[in-house]
C-alpha cells in the first residue's frame, strides 16, 4: 500500500487512476508521494519517507529540485499535457494586440450609455485599427511541446515563423511543421520577427533573458508574448521599450505590480493552462508518472533525475540507487551483489548533471543486509527496494 499526499486540489479525474493499491493522506508525513501544482515547497520540511513529488504542470519553480535530488526524491513535471490550452492562449494574445480588441472593448464599456453608440463606434474604431497576423513574421523562442503547436498553427495563419532552439527534441523535430525556419542564432529572430513568443523554462541561465540588449535588437513595433514565465524577461526594461515605441505590445499570462494596468500591456491573470481538459490531462499524466515510479522505481519526465525505464520487473528482486555521478559506481553495485551470491538479471544506469541513477534487477530477494551494504558506498544517496 502506497499513501500519497496532494498539495493543491487535483482533477478528480486523475486521482481516479489510483489502484486500491493507494491511500490518499492529509499528513505530508507519512507520505511516499505528492502531487503539487502552484504550492511553494521551498520552506516544507520534506519527511524520510518522501519517494517523489508530480507537479501537475510544467514550471517546477515552487519545487526545491536540488534539496529533493539531495534526499533521493524524484522530481516530475507534465511536459506536453496543458500545451494545447497554453497555445491557443497565444494565440489570443497574439489577436488581442496586433488588433488592439481590448482598448476596443473597454472603449465600448465606457460608452454603454450613449444612445448613439452605434454612429460614435464608426468614428472611433480608426483609433483601435491594427494589423493581420497574416504574412508577418513569428519568432517563437523554445521549440517544445507549447512552442510546436505555436509554430504549426502560425504556419495555418499565414505566417512566416522562425524557430530557436539549441537543443530541440527528436520528437519536437518531428512534431515540426518543415516550413518553419529553425535558425541557430536567436538574434535572428529580434532581427527580423513582428511577433516573439518565449517558451523556455525558468533557469540561470534564462532568467532576464529578454533585456536591455535583446530588446534594443528587435524591430521597431515589435509585439512580445510571454506565457512561460514572467522573470524571463526584464519588465522594466519592456517598460522604456514600450515608452520609446521599440515595443509595441508587451503580452503576459504573469500579473503582477511592474506590468499591471501599464500602456503597452496586456496581462492575462495566468490563464495559460487554467482549461478544464489542461487540468485532467495534467492530473492524469502526474499519477501515471507516480504510479509507475512507486511501483516499478521508472522514471519518466523527472527535471532533476534521469530518464530509466525498465518495464515491469519479472524477476524477483528489484533495486534502485540514488547516487552522485562519478566514476565507479556500477562496479561497486554488482560487486555487491556477487559477495552475496546474487546474479543481476538485468540493469540500467542514467545520469544528468551530478546525479545518477541505477535500477538493477536480480534473481534473489533483496534482504536488509544488501541493502545497508549498498548505503555504505560512497557517493550513494538513497537506496529503494522497489521489489
Known sequence: MFKYHCLNPIAGIGLQKFTDQYEKTDRIEEAEGVLVRSASMHEMELPDSLLAVARAGAGVNNIPLDKCAEKGIVVFNTPGANANGVKELVIAGMLLASRDVVDGINWVVSEKDDENIAKAAEKEKKNFAGTELFDKKLGIIGLGAIGVKVANVAKHLGMEVYGYDPYVSVDAAWNLSRDVKHVLNV??????????????????????????????????????????????????????????????????????????????????????????????????????????????????????????????????????????NIANMITKFTASFGDEGINITDMMNKSKGEFAYTMLDVEAVITPEIVKKLETIEGVIRVRVVK
Open 187 to 324: 538574434e535572428e529572430i529580434y532581427e527580423n520577427c513582428d511577433f516573439i513568443t518565449i517558451h523556455v523554462p525558468l533557469m540561470d541561465a534564462t532568467r532576464g533573458m529578454i533585456g536591455t540588449e535583446a530588446l534594443s535588437k528587435m524591430k521597431d513595433g515589435v509585439i512580445l508574448l510571454n506565457f512561460a514565465r514572467d522573470l524571463l524577461v526584464d519588465e522594466k526594461a519592456v517598460l522604456k521599450s514600450i515608452a520609446a515605441g521599440k515595443v509595441r505590445r508587451y503580452v503576459s499570462d504573469f500579473p503582477n505590480p511592474v506590468t499591471a494596468g501599464q500602456k503597452g500591456c496586456i496581462v492575462i491573470p495566468h490563464l495559460g493552462a487554467s482549461t478544464e481538459e489542461s487540468e485532467d490531462n495534467c492530473a492524469k499524466m502526474a499519477v501515471k508518472e507516480l504510479m509507475n515510479y512507486l511501483e516499478n522505481g521508472n522514471i519518466i519526465n523527472s527535471v532533476n533525475y534521469p530518464n530509466c525505464d525498465m518495464g515491469v520487473c519479472s524477476q524477483p528482486g528489484r533495486i534502485a540507487i540514488f547516487h552522485k
